[in-house]
């Protein structure tokens, strides 16, 4: 069958006089988590992982993935007549060199790519004179006969109580930059933006709880909000107050800005798709292409969402712990990776508020806990016996805040060199709980503090310390991040991330151990920031190597935990109550 997509879709490319095709995992929107009509990489490759690309020859074929999927793109790969390769600029650059020459083309979808993201491409396929080519219909929705129709969920409003701020102030707030900017106005192509700045929620995406919208924003902080006539639910008109005109026709939004006679917009070129910045030069609208504000500002969260975090991470806690309580007898009785999805999914399901998971459980015992994006199936899913290690990273959506959690356990007797290997992630994210840091400092400043004690050891991992995490949003929220690469972007009072540091030995076991963070002011010393813990889950004493930590850490480990039984006691049963008592005592 697969065999059968690849030569059906290298047909069409031979229709539209193409040598080869780009497949990222992505949507018009640049959404992270997709719709399954959006799927096109994984209806290709069978690659479900949420980042890679794909290059699609008339005589070979390739799938670029970064360091966290390199063991799922070869298991998913299986046998199919693609090479896996590394997913960064250079590595795709280099491979469609190598199978181009020169005035042969290279097809792409405009609205599945931005222009900062083909740049580098582009240009060495102008030296080699290979011309990349924007591509009117994707060649893999002309054979995709039976995908998904797309979602049309109803967006609802989000109440006042979780969002502390009205959609009109927040407006009024970021149009006042636009005029500082002197631009007419503001494209918002995020679905994520545009549930934050009009206070909207929806169901369109698995796990992330938007409605597919754009927005522009006018510098009288008036906006037009471009939502399907389907997802107008009751109720949202009356939330949307008369300064926002409501348009079921996107393809209404060039004639409206020809209409408000826009003349200069504030676009940004990380999140905007190539094709919308295509059609906008050619109505002669100047583009002023910066970071959108919108991102910071919905980054930054205020009072009102961070007391909704630290509810939601309770009741979250709560739900967590009582899944640990009893997986070992779980495990004594027959449990396997993915009826332990499904239990961890009942206890959270019973907690007030619940929403639905905010990411696929991943549910790694043993080998598979060392794939860092694992993710289980009834193919996969192995039987979990009384020894060997236990990763279970998981997190879910209340109206109230958004949480993700990872924990590595031992469920009996384990291989020795993963004392070690714990103690040293232990130490990292201990790093990272207790670093105090002047104002203007950016997460890739911070990142090597988490892996020093693994450097230590001639050790690493393929994947960032720390994403952004919204309010009742993403999982993933930009911009702010703790990673080696460089963004540019300082942590700021208010922002969510993740402390997650991790080790994985491929075949044997994975680690990690992840908590949620935000940035807040030091009360000590002026000008500088620290970090408060949010997640309130212990972390497993049997994995430690006590030696190997420093009297501070140990204090720390013990004032967490100290304060993770105080608070989560008297939210569960007694029989949870008793297995905390006994997870929680000091070193």
Known sequence: MNEERLEALREGLRQQGIEAFLVPRTDEYQNESIPPGEERLSWVTGFTGSAGMAVIGLKAAAL???????????????????????????GIANWICDQLHEGQTLGYDPRLHTEPGLALLQGRLEERVITLRPLEENPIDAIWTDRPEAPSGTARPHPFAFNGEHSRDKRRRIAAQLTEKCVDALWLPSPENCAWLFNIRGEDIPHLPVALANAVLYRDGSATLYLSAEAVGEGLLEHLDREVTVVSDKRLLLSDLRRRHIRKIWVDPQISNCWILQQLRALDIQLVQERDPVSGAKAC???????????????DGAALCEF?????????????????????????AAREGFRGNSFDTISGYGPNGAIVHYRVSPESSLP??????????????????????????????????????????????????????PQGTCGEQID?????SLWEAG????????????????????????????????LQPGMILSNE??????????????????????????????F????????????????????????????????????????????????????????
């Open 64 to 90: 670029f993935v970064d360091g966290r999927y390199t063991l799922q793109g070869q298991q998913q790969l299986g046998d199919r007549p693609i090479v896996l390769e590394n997913l960064d600029s250079d």
């Open 301 to 315: 969260k205020n009072a009102v969402e961070l007391a909704g975090a630290r509810a939601a991470h309770e009741r």
């Open 324 to 348: 640990l309580a009893i997986l070992s007898e779980a495990v004594d009785t027959g449990l396997d990776e993915l009826s332990a999805v499904k239990l961890l999914y009942s206890k959270r």
């Open 384 to 437: 979990m016996k009384p020894e060997g290690i236990y990763l279970c990273d998981s997190g879910a959506q209340y109206p109230d805040g958004t949480t993700d959690v990872t924990r590595t356990l031992a469920l009996g007797d384990f291989p020795a060199p993963a004392r070690e290997h714990f103690t040293r992630v232990l130490k990292g994210h201990i790093a990272i709980a207790t670093l105090r840091f």
């Open 448 to 452: 090597a503090i988490a892996r020093r």
């Open 459 to 490: 050790l690493d991992y393929a994947h960032g310390t720390g994403h952004g995490v919204g309010s009742y949003l993403s999982v993933h929220e930009g911009p702010q991040r703790i990673g080696k690469v460089a963004t540019g972007v300082a």
């Open 501 to 530: 540091p991790g080790f994985y030995l491929t075949g044997q076991y994975g680690i990690r151990i992840e908590n949620l963070v935000y940035v807040k002011e030091s009360g000590e010393y002026p000008g500088f920031l620290e």
């Open 532 to 587: 408060e813990t949010l997640t309130l889950v212990p972390i497993d004493r049997v994995l430690i190597d006590t030696d190997l930590l420093a009297t501070r850490e140990r204090d720390w480990l013990n004032r967490y935990h100290q304060r993770v039984r105080q608070v989560i006691t008297p939210l569960v049963d007694q029989h949870t109550a008793n297995w905390l008592r006994a997870a929680t005592e000091p070193l």
